[in-house]
């Protein structure tokens, strides 16, 4: 693969994104003359700018609302973005454009942090909320620890069944109540908290000692992050995946892991 010329971040909307960030903090680290930066790319110019990038030997991330799309775009996908269908990373090869999926390794390596810095192994039951493109990441991760039970709960109830069907591990289940009574770990992969101060669920419902892992990030850890720490259950918000993800992205662009901790120190500002 040729170096990156270019490195642009594909979503819409954009601008909350720290991967320009941490991106930018790992390239000076490394002293790779590049700019990482994030494009504000509608819907309907999507292909126009992939064109563009090909052109430039561009590389990069993709957030909402491209990933499926950019994922269908590909001339090769990874394996780990088949089974989770959608690309959150690319570049091209010989004019192909490539595509994986590294908030699958993001989450997973956040998760297994999580639980062995508090001496737990990887959970048995989990309960995911949501079913979009970060869902589809998580339940891909899960799928993979062998022997994990996956309880799926979205608002639209067959976006759920529709997750779940794609993995042995996974079921849907449509009462949010019972979706987590028994889970020993809860994610949160819907954008509830991101911009306004509501719980995904209230943390009265979650089983005693459950972990909670929120995929949302801001500034001073989310709303259901800070009210489930302050009753003592083990909480992470989406910062190490997100730096976990895109340091496995930087890996894929340039062959070699960045400095994660440069990442981190430019993460917390
Ligand atoms: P998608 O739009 O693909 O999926 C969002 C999911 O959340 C859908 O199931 C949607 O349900 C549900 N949802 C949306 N709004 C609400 C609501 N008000 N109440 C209940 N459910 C709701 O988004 P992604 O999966 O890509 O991203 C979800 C969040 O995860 C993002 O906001 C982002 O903050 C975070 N994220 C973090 C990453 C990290 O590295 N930490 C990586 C990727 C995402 P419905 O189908 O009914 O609309």
Same mark, same amino acid.
């Given at each position: 693969m040729k170096t990156p010329e270019r490195l642009v971040l594909l979503g819409h909307?954009?601008?909350?994104?720290?991967s320009p960030t941490i991106q930018n903090a790992a390239l000076a680290a490394a002293k790779i003359p590049l700019h990482y930066s994030a494009l504000d790319v509608a819907p309907r110019d999507l292909n126009a700018v992939v064109g563009e990038l090909r052109k430039e030997t561009g590389a990069g991330n993709v957030t909402i609302p491209h990933k499926q799309t950019v994922f269908a775009l590909c001339g090769r996908v990874t394996e780990v973005a088949k089974t989770a269908r959608g690309v959150n990373t690319f570049w091209f090869e010989e004019g192909a454009l490539v595509g994986t999926n590294t908030d699958v390794g993001g989450f997973d390596h956040a998760t297994r942090n999580l639980m062995s810095e508090h001496g737990?192994?990887?959970?048995q039951r989990v309960t995911l909320l949501g079913a979009g493109g970060s869902a589809a990441a998580v339940a891909t991760a899960v799928s993979g620890w062998g022997g994990t039970a996956l309880t799926v709960w979205s608002r639209t109830e067959q976006s759920a069944s529709n997750l779940a069907q794609r993995f042995d591990c996974a079921r849907a289940e449509r009462d949010l109540t019972v979706a987590v009574r028994d889970a020993q770990l809860v994610v949160n992969?819907? *954008? /509830?908290g991101l911009r306004d101060d509501?719980? *995904? /669920?209230?943390?009265?419902?979650?089983?005693?000692g459950a972990a909670v892992i929120d995929l949302v990030y801001r500034a001073g850890a989310t709303p259901w992050v800070r009210a489930a720490r302050a009753t003592g259950l083990v909480a992470i918000d989406g910062l190490p995946m997100l730096i976990e993800q895109g340091a496995l992205a930087f890996e894929c662009w340039f062959g070699f892991a960045p400095d994660r901790r440069v990442m981190w120190e430019a993460a917390a500002g």
């Open positions: 909307p954009v601008a909350h994104s720290l737990r192994p990887l959970p992969a819907t *954008p /509830i509501l719980l *995904p /669920i209230a943390i009265e419902l979650l089983a005693p």
